[in-house]
């Protein structure tokens, strides 16, 4: 199962990358290793010296980049080697550097040998313009195939199964998704109104409201980033007025059959409230890691290594978004093997 | 390593299928699932949801079968889907239900397409027969071909070696096993009039009896099915005033390389005796999980992924009941092939 | 990657084989056994029984040999059964058995079909004749190809980078290797007067000695038996004046991908000191276990199955010592495959 290529891959949280560390991760099958340079300057390199393949991760900051922590060659953040200390610096002696770059509070990386320059990271900025009592972020490692685990937020369905305490409750498997193919991305909305809010909700809405207007909306974009709002108000009234959340959910893939998981939550209710905050985030975090990726995990090993579709399951309704998504997703395979 | 399909396959003690329970376990290279249903009705499905391939068994059992955990499909016993919260039931949404059966308190499963009602289960009635005071069972999973597992029991010299301290001593290494090949078994006696009896016999003997006459008859049913009866009188005795004892074997295959280990043992003597019980069940543990499965995964091991049997090793006289058995094995395997 | 045949390996350290013990440990692919006869004779077997392939190491001495803890054979140190509580003693029933020698505190064996008589075991004898509060070993199992091992002593400038605080210091990165093919060996030196000395000598210079002359010469015999010199003098002094180690690194191949690496340490100063032996080793093994071994293991990791120098890695000059060994082992696999 090959990889996208001409897509800027999230490689992590920009704090993952702290000053004077050296962050080792593989993405899409690539070592890699990320720093910051003494410049500032956020850098990745193919964490593999070109002398005798030690991973550069296990080596130094410097000065003027990164050295081998094995027999010493020391690289600059464009890979090229600035100091041999055994002799003069030989063509050869480079390493591979990859386009980098910081936004919306995460690190990117480009692996392609196109021009980046059109490319777009979609628009996560609510990731950096929610104040910190309101927002929560992780990351997870996931066992499973990334398409796997996309598959498994276009069709939020699940949550009313996998999720029943928590965020399911039903409203979204009594809900026609409309989904729409947009250029560049696919988008899925369920729009509920008078249903039984969340059961994360339901404390919080004030007395009388047993029932609400919900909605949920899920922007996929390839490859693996995916933006999810999900929210509810009093029956009748205007989204303004109730509870909104801004979701990310980002899959990056490792090997072919494993992926970075990397997921952020904000709200626009109980703002200031750290405590809430805090429960929230470990409610979540037991959702993703306890609920879901265990049962991802399994269905990866009953699929096997041969990729679930085309075992011919039986499609639903419900699966009108990922397979959307999925073709999208060969057709850019496609345009890329013919490019390239 | 192929399976053998027209058997039927011990699954479980009975117990393990406990009411609310859902047992995964997978025979012979299939994913299977077992539970009771709320009718009563013991049931086996294949375990994976024709939809995403989540294992059922992270599912839940309901009124009228079993619900996918993961988006919430419903499956009756006999596998038709009876509800899909999405849509309607398409003919695809079905899951594949295998017969089975409870006998001898055990589960068994049938995983060929052929008709059962013509395939025997071996007779285990002692089983249900014997007082819970003169009964113990276990299960144990083995990290070797079950056919190893089979050839261990049909040559029971390795006790003289293996368990010198407790089932050996070298009578059955002194006895000429007397083999013999029957309608769809086979067969091996070890008759020793006059010989040292068992380590595990001999502070239960009178007095004066430093010999006794002692049998061990062993029958090999495929698929994997053993019975084995062992015993021993003061010389000259009938048996009928000795002690005896009557145990099964049974390796069902999980994978070419791992086995489903199933045993009990029972015996005539010290009938009530519930200590004496719990002592037994712990010494036969200890003989099987402790001497037993460390040597034949070693053999594994060291014979590697080509059956041992293909590796030319020397054969020796205590061989011919695990050979006879090996080529029924074998004609059983090409007379399903011829079939099917 | 195949192993060599025609050659001496090491197998142990003499006392891993006790009297009394059977050490099981496969060398360049072949399980073996080895012990100490009743005899007293050193014997090395196939850990594997012609029976049914249980690993002899699992059974027990006895006086004639080692008898299979599965069925009882019994075979003498030359590999024929001498014991067959079965029935006759088919041809069928030997062990492969292996020449096998003590020397130099290590136990060698020859793994060829060919006459050992006129291959050589390197010259260790530093290894007995050093009093015990001057010497120290040990072993370690490591992850990677036995070459990249061997390359790691070879090029012994990564000192200055993996071990800065101990054995580095700049010294050899500093110095032009002096690299001899010899017959049968590839020699490498480093010699660097009026140098900085190595850390772990530092504290032990008369006062006044900021500097000193400092020599290192490493010696490689195929397969994988190093010998190290390295020691330091007063500058302009003779080395007899000096501090004077010698070394031996082995790293006898277990498989393709994993190594059994021995080493051992011996000293002209502080002869009788015990407790600076005892740190002496102890940061030896910190050295090798937690900087070397770890690195090796990663290099191993990103260069996978194919070998490192098949995928081009960029050459330096501190590789001219390794590729002439890996050039001589080269020729010396086309020789064996011309032979045999």
């Not at 598959?151 to 305490?165: F, R, T, V």
């Not at 609920?291 to 991802?296: A, G, L, R, T, Y």
């Not at 990729?307 to 978004?321: G, K």
Request: hydrophobic share 40%; charged share 20%; proline share 7%.
């Amino acid at each position: 199962m090959p990889f996208l290529n001409d897509v800027w891959y999230a490689a992590a949280w920009a704090d993952e990358v702290a000053d004077g560390a050296l962050l080792a991760r593989t993405i899409a099958g690539q070592p890699l290793v990320f720093f910051r340079a003494a410049s500032g300057a956020l850098t990745c390199l193919l964490d593999r010296c070109p002398h005798r393949f030690a991973p550069l991760s296990r080596g130094k900051l410097t000065d003027h980049g990164i050295r081998c922590g094995y027999h010493g060659l020391e690289f600059s953040g464009s890979g090229e080697c600035v100091t041999n200390p055994h002799g003069p610096i030989a063509r050869a002696l480079r390493v591979r550097s990859y386009p980098v770059t910081e936004r919306h509070n995460m690190v990117w990386v480009w692996l392609s040998e196109q021009d980046p320059s059109r490319a777009q990271i979609p628009d996560l900025s609510f990731v950096t313009e929610t104040p910190p009592t309101a927002f929560s972020k992780g990351y997870m490692h996931g066992a499973a195939n990334h398409l796997l685990l996309v598959d498994n937020i276009l069709d939020l369905s699940h949550a009313d199964y996998l999720h029943p305490e928590t965020l399911g409750g039903g409203s979204v498997t009594r809900t026609r998704a409309q989904v729409e193919e947009r250029p560049g991305s696919i988008f899925v909305a369920w729009h509920s109104p008078n249903e039984i809010p969340l059961p994360i909700w339901r404390p919080h809405l004030p007395d009388g409201h047993e029932r609400c207007d919900m909605w949920t909306e899920v922007e996929w974009f390839p490859c693996g980033v995916m933006l999810l709002r999900a929210g509810a108000a009093p029956v009748g009234q205007a989204p303004e007025q109730g509870f909104d959340t801004m979701n990310a959910h980002i899959m990056t893939p490792e090997s072919s059959a494993t992926t970075h998981y990397f997921y952020c939550n904000s709200r626009n209710y109980l703002v200031a409230d750290a405590e809430y905050n805090a429960r929230m985030a470990v409610g979540l975090r037991y959702a993703f890691e306890c609920e879901d990726k265990p049962m991802i995990e399994a269905q990866q090993q009953r699929a096997g290594e041969i990729d679930l579709l085309e075992q011919h399951p039986a499609l639903l309704s419900v699966d009108v978004a990922s397979t959307k998504a999925r073709r999208m997703f060969e057709r850019l395979l496609s345009s890329e093997a013919r490019t390239n």
